[in-house]
């Protein structure tokens, strides 16, 4: 499935995520079907079927037993709603996935969701709250560089995570 949705063949890769959703069902692998249903829920955002996506996201959440990839679900459930222009639930997606990274120190995470977060409170006016998020962004990067010491690998993190510089400016 992550092939197929990699090469953007979305018909084969949700037939196989919802393959692996129905498998792991019937193994009553509960946080697994979590997982599942956030791959399937990320093909259909990206095909543009937002309700169908959230209601994905949504279910994932209520599967999901542990806390590391709820961030993720959280992160394009907020992407979800902010394509609709449902601004709050976007902001209440995003805010969820920046507390959860913080809570279980999955630092690599938090510039996207500080990004995130940071879109969305600008897209609400909340101008000097996005300022403050942009800020916690490019400060998540610069201290995941910080330990490397190899130039090369330095920046290509920065090239990653380039938007937020850009935003910054």
């Known amino acids: 499935g992550i092939v197929y949705r990699d090469q953007g063949r979305w018909a084969e890769a ?94 690599e995470i938090l510039p996207h969701a500080h990004y995130r977060l940071g879109s969305i409170l600008a897209q609400l006016g909340e101008k000097t709250a996005a300022l403050s998020q942009y800020k916690l962004a490019a400060q998540s990067v610069e201290t995941a560089m910080a330990p490397l010491r190899y130039e090369g690998l330095r920046m290509s993190l920065v090239g990653k995570w380039q938007q937020i510089y850009e935003t910054l400016v």
Request: proline share 0%; charged share 20%; net charge negative.
């Open 14 to 107: 949700l037939a196989c995520f919802e393959a692996y959703v129905a498998l792991r069902q019937a193994d009553e692998a509960y946080d697994s079907v979590g997982r599942g249903l956030n791959n399937v829920g990320e093909i259909l955002l990206f095909q543009g079927h937002l309700a169908e996506a959230i209601a994905a996201f949504q279910a994932a959440l209520e599967k999901m037993t542990t806390r590391v990839y709820r961030i993720d679900t959280h992160l394009y459930l907020g992407l979800a709603y902010q394509a609709m222009g449902k601004l709050n639930q976007a902001k209440e997606a995003f805010t969820n996935a920046l507390a959860t990274a913080v809570a279980i120190n999955r630092h």
